[in-house]
């Protein structure tokens, strides 16, 4: 297994103190969504919650006005939560005046007095004042309590940084191992997914014991769930990426073509260049680079010419009616067989196609080593050498029959009597077939050689538009 190199160090690093932040962050938050507490004691109700019901409070039997008076007034002044408080109590019934500042204190002080003994009413015009707006004091309450709770988390805040960094090691050395035991046995790219995979796995697991630990429960589940909402809204989302991405490792085990084949893909034909992630880059013959994504590499029909050098092309020419059909076989045959592009095993056809309006059309069939000759320039020597054998022998070659009107009539003469009108110094001689150089090969044809190798050199010295490392560079597979 490599070594911790420093730049994955670093990179470690900075992860773990870019996660610690958001950490203390959350913890931060988190406090924040607690309420403070009231002093001990007080059973302050808060806004928003019941006010707690209160026992009834003995002043003595028979309890006079006044005592209900001087009790109830101490109780209220006692919680500081009225300002200018006054109780005045009439044959048992109590009215109350002042000043609070929330309307479940005003609340609570009904209710407080309705449970004194011998109170035979309320009558609450205890006024709710609104705070002014530069008013800091429940902002200075919120945050002392907020430091109180900061404090009490420190030591869960530090085992769970303890947690977070023995996670991401642990990850670490989970997709390191996870990679190397896939390359061996399978390939680059699948292993580096499967790495990804594992890594992240055990990652999500030490994020949810490090917020259980800090006591971010809630957040914990609301984590987990949230990968899965994530995950399906990404699969959603780039379902064409997800979906290149897939045949990207389905390609590169497969392995249905080499770098350096030549290859024929969605209508493009061109040497391979490189496979990444995202696309297969071939060099066409025209010298360019066609990109190509893997999606459509891994759902078109692939023909692959370099797999097998065997390949065999054909051509059609028609002679005229008045020929011996055998005999132009044979020609052609002929030349098929003494050309030394032409391979003797598979055997070369000569076949008859159809009768044309004005010719009997053959079919030539024949084989070739396509790394070292070029089907395009052997097929042009054929046509040139079997074209010249039929005029040596005098097989016609008429063109496709065509009919043509002339409406006002045309004179016809022979060319032989026309020679013989023609005075003895203006006779010319009847124009004569030229034949064809009997050469296999001429230079317009290049010699015949294929282009495979001159490609490549285009390749080595072209620049590769797409980025990435390249699936087909090793394989990395072992028997």
Not at 52 to 72: C, N, Y
Not at 164 to 169: A, D, K, N, R
Not at 243 to 265: A, C, K, M, T, W
Not at 429 to 441: D, G, I, K, N, R
Request: with cysteine.
């Amino acid at each position: 297994m490599k070594c911790l190199t420093k730049a994955h160090a670093f990179r470690l690093l900075n992860l773990m103190l870019v996660v610690s932040t958001l950490f203390i962050i959350l913890t931060v938050c988190f406090a924040l969504a607690q309420p403070a507490s009231a002093p001990e004691g007080m059973g302050a109700p808060t806004p928003g919650q019941n006010i707690p019901a209160v026992e009834p409070i003995k002043v003595k039997p028979d309890s006079s006005d006044q005592a209900i008076d001087t009790r109830l007034t101490r109780i209220l002044e006692a919680t500081g939560w009225f300002a200018a408080i006054a109780v005045e109590v009439k044959e048992g019934v109590v009215f109350l005046e002042g000043q609070t500042d929330s309307p479940d204190y005003r609340i609570w002080a009904g209710n407080l007095a309705g449970k004194i003994s011998d109170v035979v009413a309320v009558v609450n015009r205890i006024q709710v004042t609104e705070r002014s707006p530069w008013d800091f004091s429940p902002a200075v309450i919120e945050l002392e309590a907020l430091l109180m709770l900061s404090v009490q988390r420190i030591p869960r805040l530090v085992v769970g940084l303890v947690v977070f960094l023995l996670t991401g090691v642990t990850a670490w050395l989970v997709g390191m191992g996870t990679k190397k035991i896939f390359i061996r046995r399978l390939n680059l790219l699948l292993g580096e997914v499967a790495a990804r995979v594992s890594s992240i796995f055990v990652f999500l697991l030490g994020l949810y014991l490090v917020l259980q630990v800090v006591g971010l429960s809630r957040l914990a589940a609301t984590v987990l769930g949230g990968t899965g909402l994530i995950g399906l809204v990404a699969g959603i989302a780039f379902r064409d990426i997800l979906e290149n991405y897939l045949s990207s490792i389905l390609i590169s085990i497969h392995n249905p073509f080499r770098l350096g084949d030549l290859v024929e893909v969605a209508g493009h034909t061109g040497l391979v260049q490189r496979v990444t992630t995202r696309g297969t880059v071939l060099m066409n013959p025209d010298g360019n680079h066609v990109q190509i994504p893997n999606t459509i590499i891994y759902k078109s029909i692939i023909r692959n010419y370099t797999a097998n050098p065997t390949r065999r092309e054909m051509f059609e020419v028609g002679i005229g009616f008045e020929n011996r059909i055998s005999q132009a076989q044979e020609l052609a045959k002929e030349v098929l067989n003494g050309h030394t592009a032409v391979l003797g095993e598979p055997e070369a056809l000569v076949l008859v196609d159809r009768l044309g309006s004005a010719t009997v059309n053959l079919k030539v069939f024949f084989w070739y080593d396509g790394t070292v000759y070029n089907g395009a320039k052997v097929k042009s020597s054929l046509i040139r050498l079997v074209k010249r054998a039929y005029e040596a022998h005098g097989i016609s070659m008429p063109d496709e029959a065509r009919e043509v009107l002339f409406p006002e009539g045309i004179s016809v003469r022979m060319l032989e009597n026309l020679a013989a009108e023609q005075p003895e110094g203006l006779q010319r001689p009847l124009p004569q077939p030229v034949l064809e150089p009997a050469t296999l090969s001429s230079e317009t044809e290049g010699n015949l050689v294929s282009e495979d190798e001159q490609l490549q050199e285009q390749a080595r010295k072209s620049r590769i538009p797409e980025e990435g490392k390249n699936l087909l560079e090793e394989n990395p597979r072992q028997p």
